[in-house]
C-alpha cells in the first residue's frame, strides 16, 4: 500500500516538475502525516522530498544543456529556479562543474543523473564495454527534424533518445518484417540546429548484413553494448532507460558519434510483437 502511494506520488512529480512545487504540496497530496510521509519517502527514494525534486530538475536541465540551445536563464526560469544565479550554484554543487561548461564539454557525463524512478522497474538489462569500427559515409544518411519542448518528458515519453514515434515502431517492424538478413542495423546522431534553439537535426542510416562479426574491431571505437530481449511496448522507452538508468549506474561519459541499435531479425520472425537487439552507445 505504501509502496503504490509512493509511486503515485513520483508520478504525480513528474507531471508537475516545471511546475511551482513545494515539499508540503506533496505531502498534502499523499493525505499522509508530514513526519510520516518523510520517512517512507526517504526509505523509497533515498532522499528527502526536497531533494528529489531538485535532483529531477537538475537531471533534466542538464539534458536540456546537452539537447538544445536554450539559454541558462530560459532553462533556470522553467524549472522553477528563483534565478539564474541560483540554478547555477544548486547545479555545480550537484554536477561538479558550471552549466556552461557542461554544456560545452565534449561529452555527455551522466555520473551524477537521478533517472525517472520507474525506470527502476524496468528489466534487467546486461551491459559490456565492446569496440566497432563504422565503415559507412555520412553521404548515405538521411535527416529529419526533432522539436525538444521545454517539459522535456512530454518528448521522452513519446519518442526517447532513439528519436522514434509510433509510426517510426510501425516502419521498423514492417522492414523487419520484409527483410531476407539476419540482421538490421540503424545508426543515428544528432546536432543542434544553428538556428533554432530547441531544434534538433537527426542523421540516421539503416543497413541490413547476413553477419554482423566485421563491424567489431579491437581498433575500432568504444561502445557500452546492452542487450534487450522483450515486447515493443518495452521498447518505447528503451532508449530512456538505457540514457538515464544505465548510464548513470555505470557513471558513463557519452562521447560524440553513433548511437547503433542491431536487430536480430531471426529472433522476431515468428513473434510480430517481439523484438530483440543489442544497443549500442558511444563512450569515452
Known amino acids: 500500500m505504501k509502496n503504490n502511494i509512493i509511486r503515485i506520488i513520483l508520478d504525480w512529480i513528474e507531471k508537475n516538475i516545471n511546475s511551482p512545487l513545494s515539499q508540503d504540496d506533496v505531502i498534502n497530496k499523499s493525505g499522509y502525516s508530514k513526519r510520516h510521509f518523510q520517512d517512507i519517502f526517504y526509505n523509497e ?40 544565479q541560483s540554478f547555477s550554484r544548486a547545479f555545480k554543487r550537484h554536477f561538479k562543474v ?20 520507474n525506470y527502476f522497474d524496468f528489466k534487467k538489462l546486461e551491459s559490456k564495454k565492446v569496440f566497432i569500427d563504422i565503415a559507412f559515409k555520412k553521404s ?7 522539436n525538444i519542448p521545454f517539459e522535456l518528458t512530454a518528448l521522452i515519453s513519446r519518442t526517447g533518445m532513439g528519436f522514434k514515434n509510433k509510426d517510426g515502431i510501425i516502419k521498423l517492424k514492417n522492414l523487419i518484417k520484409m527483410n531476407q538478413y539476419e540482421y538490421l542495423n540503424i545508426y543515428y546522431r544528432y546536432e543542434k540546429s544553428p538556428f533554432t534553439k530547441n531544434i534538433l537535426t537527426v542523421f540516421d542510416y539503416y543497413e541490413s548484413m547476413h ?54 531479425i531471426k529472433d522476431m520472425k515468428s513473434n510480430n510483437n517481439i523484438c530483440s537487439l543489442d544497443y549500442f552507445i558511444p563512450i569515452l
Do not use: C
Open 45 to 84: 527514494t533515498g532522499n528527502t522530498i526536497a531533494r528529489y525534486i531538485l535532483l529531477r530538475r537538475l537531471s533534466l536541465s542538464a539534458t536540456l544543456l546537452r539537447l538544445t540551445s536554450l539559454s541558462i536563464l530560459e532553462i533556470s526560469v522553467n524549472y522553477q529556479f528563483n534565478s539564474q
Open 140 to 146: 548515405k544518411e538521411k535527416f529529419f527534424h526533432v
Open 98 to 117: 558550471t552549466p556552461i561548461v557542461y554544456r560545452k564539454d565534449a561529452y555527455w557525463d551522466f555520473t551524477y543523473y537521478l533517472p525517472q524512478y
Open 211 to 264: 553477419a554482423i562479426d566485421s563491424i567489431f574491431s579491437e581498433n575500432g571505437d568504444k561502445y557500452y553494448k546492452f542487450s534487450f530481449y522483450g515486447t515493443w511496448d518495452e521498447y518505447l522507452n528503451l532508449s530512456n532507460v538505457i540514457y538515464s538508468r544505465e548510464l548513470s549506474k555505470l557513471k558513463a561519459k557519452k562521447r560524440n558519434g553513433y548511437d547503433i541499435e542491431i536487430f536480430n
